[in-house]
Antibody, heavy 116, light 112 residues
Framework: EVQLVESGGGLVQPGGSLRLSCETS????????MTWVRQAPGKGLEWVAH????????YHVDSVRGRFTISRDNAENSLYLQMNSLRAEDTGLYYC?????????WGQGTRVTVSS | DVVMTQSPVSLPVTLGQPASISCWSS???????????LNWFQQRPGQSPRLLIY???KRGSGVPDRFSGSGSGTDFTLRITRVQAEDLGVYYC?????????FGQGTRVEIK
């Protein structure tokens, strides 16, 4: 079965850090661009970051650049998002997504809450 | 960044009747490889988004044929021939031709 399973979310104080993980199965992970998309409570979808199959290209949206870092481990079939200097506006559900042109597979999301 | 604009924001529908959602992009979504990267997603209440349509008009895996997409350049439309109860939720368009990828604000499809 093709799956994306996120973990690592939680409650963190402003300025704190979290590392999100996405374990994948059922497909050849190293064949795909991978992406993180987030959704603030009651709001729409926001592209956060993506990474090329071999990790040589990566992109972070302006609002997280310098604070978040996307990475991947093709040997472990896993995607990561290191989030530092977290702000209240980073609160939301973070989805691991397969693809970057027509993202065709989404995980269930892991919830991040930034609050004191 | 490319701005994606959807209309309407809210769409009251009658079950069994057709429905359509429009999406406009601030720049052409025709990519250098000749493909147009416009996608549509459905998000049912409490669920993750699901890919409905990619490259303007190609249906995703398992998507019923009552869903169809059309358009070119900067103007796109998602149509549902006969709305069913399971189609209720929020629909998003998304462009995959420019970085960063951007989404429309969403259209909520609800019962009239």
């Amino acid at each position: 079965e093709v799956q994306l399973v996120e973990s690592g979310g939680g409650l963190v104080q402003p300025g704190g850090s979290l590392r999100l993980s996405c374990e994948t199965s059922g497909f050849t992970f190293s064949d795909y661009w991978m992406t993180w998309v987030r959704q603030a409570p009651g709001k729409g979808l926001e592209w956060v970051a993506h990474i090329k199959q071999d990790g040589t290209e990566r992109y972070h949206v302006d609002s997280v650049r310098g604070r978040f870092t996307i990475s991947r481990d093709n040997a472990e079939n896993s995607l990561y998002l290191q989030m530092n200097s977290l702000r209240a506006e980073d609160t939301g559900l973070y989805y691991c997504v397969r693809g970057a042109y027509g993202p065709d597979l989404w995980g269930q999301g892991t919830r991040v809450t930034v609050s004191s | 960044d490319v701005v994606m604009t959807q209309s309407p924001v809210s769409l009251p529908v009658t079950l069994g009747q057709p429905a359509s959602i429009s999406c406009w992009s601030s720049q052409s979504l025709l990519y250098s490889d000749g493909n147009t990267y416009l996608n549509w997603f459905q998000q049912r209440p409490g669920q993750s988004p699901r890919l409905l349509i990619y490259e303007v008009s190609k249906r995703g895996s398992g998507v019923p044929d009552r869903f169809s997409g059309s358009g070119s350049g900067t103007d796109f439309t998602l149509r549902i021939t006969r709305v069913q109860a399971e189609d209720l939720g929020v629909y998003y368009c998304m462009q995959g031709a420019h970085w960063p990828r951007t989404f429309g604000q969403g259209t909520r499809v609800e019962i009239k």
